[in-house]
């Protein structure tokens, strides 16, 4: 019964986390997404498979690359609701400010981007 008991919570917990996955997913828009697959989806294997940026020189790739149409302001307050939430991390007493991975959160915001994909039916893109 015990082991019974158990499995069940496994079952409730893995319920909520998807839930909770589905429900971050729908509230990010395509830019914050974006932001976030770089770094956190940089294709290579682990644990090379995050990386830091420093907030000019990502912001110049997205504003040349990715043609974003927003100021530099807009898009570091993009940065600090990121890291609000808890998806990035700002390095302390760097300048030119730097933004990077939180440590452990890796599969979890991984599975956010997708699942945002996958609402979107963008998955071609991944």
């Known amino acids: 019964m015990n082991v019974l008991m158990k499995t069940e919570k496994v079952g409730v917990l893995k ?3 998807e839930k909770s996955i589905s429900l971050l997913a ?3 828009d395509f830019w914050d ?3 976030l697959r770089k770094f956190y989806m940089t294709g290579k294997e682990f644990p090379f498979d995050t990386q830091p940026h420093c907030f000019p020189i990502l912001y110049r790739e997205l504003k040349e690359t990715h043609r974003l149409k927003i100021g530099s302001e807009a898009f570091r307050k993009r940065l600090y609701n990121l890291v609000k939430c808890g998806f990035l991390e700002k390095i302390r007493r760097t300048s030119p400010t730097n933004y990077g991975p939180v440590k ?3 599969n979890m915001i991984r599975a956010v981007i997708i699942k945002f994909f996958m609402i ?3 998955t071609k893109f991944i």
């Open 15 to 17: 319920e909520d986390f």
């Open 26 to 28: 729908e509230r990010l």
């Open 33 to 35: 997404v974006q932001i």
């Open 104 to 106: 452990g959160k890796e």
């Open 120 to 122: 979107h039916g963008l």
